[in-house]
């Protein structure tokens, strides 16, 4: 217990999976101006130093009060001497220089609204940029090839970056249970990602789906897939069989969470729920993005640019009835499926400790589909993430306590 003027000292475990971490963050101060560095790190392609601001700044979740000195993180793990830097400026004047220089710099506002496009990441917005692309506007008019991710990422690129609420997840669930029910009645859907570990917005909405019969769930997805898209559900998706072809179309991924399941990358058109109580989507009011934007074109300074696309955007919200979603749907057989969920409910950091865990201190090797045990040189056979955890000698760590 400390003494009235003495501060508190932690004692916090090293790897994020052996720690509790909530989204009951006391040090988001510290902790969004180490997030942002490691933002712009992996989007400069330098994944090591990203991976080193993730972890301070996962560190710092996990802690229970509020850092408000120095002192107090004596002897903490995860803190790299670049980190400590960054908090003591964020300790000592609000705010880190680094961080603020960062985020003023024109690189890094190009990166970020370039990757905002669904299908493009930092290797086709480091390309753009060098050739003098900073933003959509230059983008349209530079005349690029666009794939078709990209084309639907710009199309629905307001809507793409507003965040998904969980009332519209639990919507998208309830379609995507109703198109897995048709196609096959007995397969089972998870919710998994950011809202399965309790987080009230999210980027997209995850979904895991099975059946308990080990090999029912072979051709599963282009069957459902099939049902959404003869419903009016999708304006866009990609099912791969083998993650590694992404790369080319999809947002990439470091090639350590790479899978091979059927997994397919979306976007809902999702029915806003306020005007009308059907999910099922309409086509009239259909209003898209090129009309909406077209009289830019008419406008001759900035500041009318700026209030035209203020004024086209409230009419096209007010007309809009539906709007665009990102959902990922991945399908596992039974057999696998604790080790999906696992894998899919993250946080990214989480997963990745897990592994790193699983390699360096236990011998084994965890993925998606498996834990294998290379001292016994056997797979483990697992039904529930509790046994997978056991097997790993790690203490049960429910999915609300790992947003790391
Ligand atoms: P938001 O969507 O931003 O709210 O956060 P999230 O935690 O849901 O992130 P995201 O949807 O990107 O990913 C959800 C989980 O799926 C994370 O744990 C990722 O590590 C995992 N994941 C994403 N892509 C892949 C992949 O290609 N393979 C595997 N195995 N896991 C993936
Ligand atoms: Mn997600
Ligand atoms: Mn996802």
Request: with cysteine; aromatic share 8%.
């Amino acid at each position: 217990r400390p003494q009235p003027g003495e501060v508190a000292l932690f004692s916090v475990s090293s790897y994020a999976c052996q720690r509790r971490t909530t989204l009951d963050n006391h040090n988001s101060n510290l902790t969004d101006a180490l997030s942002l560095l490691a933002e712009n790190a992996e989007l400069s392609n330098e994944d090591g130093r990203g991976v080193a601001f993730r972890r301070a700044a996962a560190l710092l979740k996990a802690l229970p009060t509020q850092v408000i000195s120095m002192s107090q993180l004596r002897g903490l793990p995860c803190l790299g001497e670049h980190s400590l830097r960054v908090i003591k400026d964020v300790l000592e004047n609000g705010v880190s220089s680094e961080v603020e220089s960062t985020k003023q710099s024109k690189r890094y506002k190009a990166l970020k609204i370039l990757t905002g496009i669904f299908g493009v990441g930092a290797k086709t917005a480091d390309r753009w940029i060098r050739e003098g692309i900073y933003n959509l506007e230059q983008l349209r008019d530079s005349g690029q090839t666009l794939n078709r991710a990209q084309k639907a990422g710009l199309e629905h690129y307001d809507d793409l970056n507003e965040p998904v609420t969980k009332a519209e997840a639990d919507a998208i669930g309830e379609i995507v249970q109703k198109a897995v029910n048709s196609v096959l009645p007995g397969s089972e859907v998870a919710l998994t990602g950011g809202f399965r570990r309790g987080k009230l917005t999210g980027h997209d909405v995850d979904f895991l789906i099975t059946h308990p019969e080990e090999g029912k769930e072979v051709g599963l997805m282009p069957k459902v897939v099939a049902w959404l898209e003869s419903q009016g559900f999708l304006l866009y998706q990609k099912t791969t069989r083998n993650s590694y072809l992404e790369s080319k179309d999809g947002p990439a991924r470091p090639a350590s969470n790479m899978d091979r399941f059927e997994r397919c990358f979306s976007i809902f058109k999702l029915t806003k729920r306020k005007e009308q109580e059907s999910t099922q989507p309409e086509e009239q009011n259909d209003l898209k993005t090129e009309d909406v934007l077209r009289p830019h074109m008419q406008a001759d300074t900035d500041q009318q640019l700026c209030e035209l696309s203020k004024n086209y955007q409230m009419e096209a919200a007010s007309h809009k009835i539906w709007r665009a979603v990102r959902v990922d749907l991945v399908v596992s057989p039974i057999s696998q499926f604790a080790f999906a969920v696992l894998g899919w409910t993250g946080s990214k950091l989480f997963e990745r400790e897990l592994r790193r865990w699983a390699g360096h201190e236990k011998n084994m090797s965890l993925s998606s589909h498996a834990l294998f045990d290379n001292t016994q040189n056997k797979y483990l056979r697992a039904t529930s993430e509790e046994e997978i955890f056991a097997y790993l000698g790690l203490e049960y760590i429910p999915p609300s306590e790992r947003n790391a």
